[in-house]
T-cell receptor
Framework: KQEVTQIPAALSVPEGENLVLNCSFTDSAIYNLQWFRQDPGKGLTSLLLIQSSQREQTSGRLNASLDKSSGRSTLYIAASQPGDSATYLC?????????FGKGTRLSVIA | ETGVTQTPRHLVMGMTNKKSLKCEQHLGHNAMYWYKQSAKKPLELMFV???????ENNSVPSRFSPECPNSSHLFLHLHTLQPEDSALYLC????????????????FGEGSRLTVL
């Protein structure tokens, strides 16, 4: 059974800092991995999708990497801004629909 | 605007009420999902519909009853719920996959916040 773990559970950084969020999964036989952002009381917004054959994806200040063999993905956020404050969720798709981690709650302090 | 719309956004119901949550997607996707989000827990998959056919329900209690009349609409019918069912219910859709996984990128609605008194 696929399990997804996100570390840390919460993170607080000053504005402008670069940061890395971590995601690990137990079954490396994945189809793709998706990073989402969730604001309080809202739905999930898709940030990046990495196919299992890819190593990384970039969108603006966001860069997500995937190391399937070690069961790890990282989300790198450059030059963080207060508007980046949210919960970031990682989810993997394999032979079952998406399995989610509990998320990392990020606070960027101005 | 993700192309997935959920109504109502907030719902308060008693344990004996019957209500329904509605989801509509305008993305031309062929798979739709219901997820439950409770505090301190990961999102839990409740139901998956692929090409309007339900193929997985993950042992959800029968007091939750899904309906997918066509590929653009998904309902979650609620009856005799318990207070522990209070949560954010999220609908999602994707272009491929669904039941057997291997899904394309998922797009979520804003969710329906349910409170059971």
């Amino acid at each position: 059974k696929q399990e997804v773990t996100q570390i840390p559970a919460a993170l607080s950084v000053p504005e402008g800092e670069n940061l890395v969020l971590n995601c690990s999964f137990t079954d490396s036989a994945i189809y793709n991995l998706q990073w989402f952002r969730q604001d309080p009381g809202k739905g999930l917004t898709s940030l990046l999708l990495i196919q299992s054959s890819q190593r990384e994806q970039t969108s603006g200040r966001l860069n997500a990497s995937l190391d399937k063999s070690s069961g790890r993905s990282t989300l790198y956020i450059a030059a963080s801004q207060p508007g980046d404050s949210a919960t970031y969720l990682c989810a993997v798709s394999g032979n079952t629909p998406l399995v989610f981690g509990k998320g990392t709650r990020l606070s960027v302090i101005a | 605007e993700t192309g997935v719309t959920q109504t109502p956004r907030h719902l308060v119901m008693g344990m004996t009420n019957k209500k329904s949550l509605k989801c509509e997607q305008h993305l031309g996707h062929n798979a739709m999902y219901w997820y439950k989000q409770s505090a301190k827990k990961p999102l839990e998959l409740m139901f998956v519909y692929s090409l309007e056919e339900r193929v997985e329900n993950n042992s959800v209690p029968s007091r939750f009853s899904p309906e997918c009349p066509n590929s653009s609409h998904l309902f979650l019918h609620l009856h005799t719920l318990q207070p522990e069912d209070s949560a954010l219910y999220l609908c999602a859709s994707s272009h491929t996959g669904g039941t057997g996984g291997r899904n394309g990128e998922l797009f979520f609605g804003e969710g329906s916040r349910l409170t059971v008194l």
